[in-house]
Structures are given as structure tokens and as C-alpha cells.
């Protein structure tokens, strides 16, 4: 009996320093919920697929930069967050503005759900949406071979970069965290 009290107290403070790690990550986030929601609503994608890839790319840290030219939330390319101020006639957009966290959210929705409908002929179109996100689109149709086509599971295998493989598969498991967590009334 008294060899299991110290595993249960490992157990005990196991739970505990998880549910700090969540909880300080949840901080972060509540303050940009508003806007991530918003963004999520008019683009048409899951606000906590978006709340997964903000996570992933900055930690919800606005200022974020990328060693590519990504800014923000999302980390939006200039290029990307250009399609989404061309789609909403803003001519006078420039990159710097997706700084601004309700922004750079609306930009990154956008292209996450444009990419998201570029995949939906397979069975599940969010992990060739994030791979397009991560490595870009001619990537994706590299992998996007045999069985791949078509099954989600086969094209995360075939994903030639270990940082993208590893990307889509983290912002899939912290998506799938949040979903549960939401059905325990954690969101």
C-alpha cells in the first residue's frame, strides 16, 4: 500500500502541472476569443481550428514575427493576408496592419477556410489545408499521391518535410484538446 502513494502523488502532481500548462495557455488566449470567433463565423472554419493555429504559430502572442515574413496571430504572409484585403476591396491595406490581432485573425480565417474548400474533395480537407498553410501548395500537391489523394491519414504519411508533418499533426491534436475540453465546458 505504501509503494503506491508515491506514484498517486506523481499522478496527483502530473494533473496538476497540466492543468497550470492549459490554464496559462487559456490566459493568453481569452483575450483574443472575441476576435477569433468573429473571423472564424465569416470565414465559415471551426473558431477552435483557428484558436489551434493561432496557437501554433505565435503561442497568441500579436507581434509575433516569422523568419519569412509572417506576422501576427496567424502569422499571415503578405501574400496570403493580400488575397483576403483583395477579396474586401481594401486598397489601401498593407501588411503591418495584420498586426492588429482583429485583423490579422479575419486575414488568416480567410485563407485557412479558402484552403480548407481547396481540399474538400478527401475525407477530411484540414490536414492538406494545413500543410498548404505550413509549406505551401505545390508541397501539398507533391504529396497529395496514390492513396493520399483522397485519405487524410495516408497524406500526413507522405508529408515530406518532418517540421510540416509535425506541424499539421500539433495543431490537430491541440484542435481535437480544444473540442474536448469544450464538451467539459472548459472554452
Given at each position: 500500500?505504501?509503494?503506491?502513494?508515491?506514484?498517486?502523488?506523481?499522478?496527483?502532481?502530473?494533473?496538476?502541472?497540466?492543468?497550470?500548462?492549459?490554464?496559462?495557455?487559456?490566459?493568453?488566449?481569452?483575450?483574443?476569443?472575441?476576435?477569433?470567433?468573429?473571423?472564424?463565423?465569416?470565414?465559415?472554419?471551426?473558431?477552435?481550428?483557428?484558436r489551434?493555429?493561432?496557437?501554433?504559430?505565435?503561442?497568441?502572442?500579436?507581434?509575433?514575427?516569422?523568419?519569412?515574413?509572417?506576422?501576427?496571430?496567424?502569422?499571415?504572409?503578405?501574400?496570403?493576408?493580400?488575397?483576403?484585403?483583395?477579396?474586401r476591396?481594401?486598397?489601401?491595406?498593407?501588411?503591418?496592419?495584420?498586426?492588429?490581432?482583429?485583423?490579422?485573425?479575419?486575414?488568416?480565417?480567410?485563407?485557412?477556410?479558402?484552403?480548407?474548400?481547396?481540399?474538400?474533395?478527401?475525407?477530411?480537407?484540414?490536414?492538406?489545408?494545413?500543410?498548404?498553410?505550413?509549406?505551401?501548395?505545390?508541397?501539398?500537391?507533391?504529396?497529395?499521391?496514390?492513396?493520399?489523394?483522397?485519405?487524410?491519414?495516408?497524406?500526413?504519411?507522405h508529408?515530406?518535410?518532418?517540421?510540416?508533418?509535425?506541424?499539421?499533426?500539433?495543431?490537430?491534436?491541440?484542435?481535437?484538446?480544444?473540442?474536448?475540453?469544450?464538451?467539459?465546458?472548459?472554452?
Amino acid at each position: 500500500m505504501k509503494r503506491c502513494r508515491p506514484i498517486f502523488i506523481l499522478s496527483l502532481l502530473g494533473v496538476a502541472l497540466t492543468t497550470l500548462w492549459l490554464a496559462r495557455d487559456e490566459w493568453r488566449a481569452r483575450q483574443f476569443i472575441p476576435q477569433i470567433n468573429s473571423a472564424s463565423r465569416q470565414a465559415g472554419v471551426d473558431p477552435l481550428l483557428v484558436r489551434a493555429v493561432v496557437w501554433r504559430e505565435s503561442r497568441f502572442h500579436p507581434e509575433a514575427r516569422g523568419s519569412h515574413g509572417e506576422i501576427g496571430l496567424m502569422q499571415i504572409q503578405e501574400i496570403a493576408a493580400q488575397q483576403w484585403a483583395d477579396a474586401r476591396h481594401n486598397s489601401d491595406f498593407q501588411h503591418e496592419h495584420c498586426l492588429d490581432p482583429s485583423t490579422n485573425t479575419l486575414a488568416g480565417a480567410y485563407y485557412l477556410g479558402r484552403l480548407i474548400k481547396r481540399y474538400a474533395a478527401g475525407d477530411n480537407p484540414v490536414p492538406y489545408a494545413l500543410a498548404d498553410y505550413n509549406a505551401g501548395r505545390g508541397n501539398v500537391l507533391k504529396w497529395k499521391t496514390g492513396e493520399a489523394s483522397t485519405n487524410s491519414l495516408a497524406f500526413i504519411d507522405h508529408i515530406g518535410f518532418r517540421s510540416t508533418q509535425s506541424y499539421v499533426k500539433s495543431v490537430m491534436r491541440r484542435h481535437a484538446l480544444y473540442r474536448w475540453l469544450g464538451r467539459l465546458g472548459w472554452s
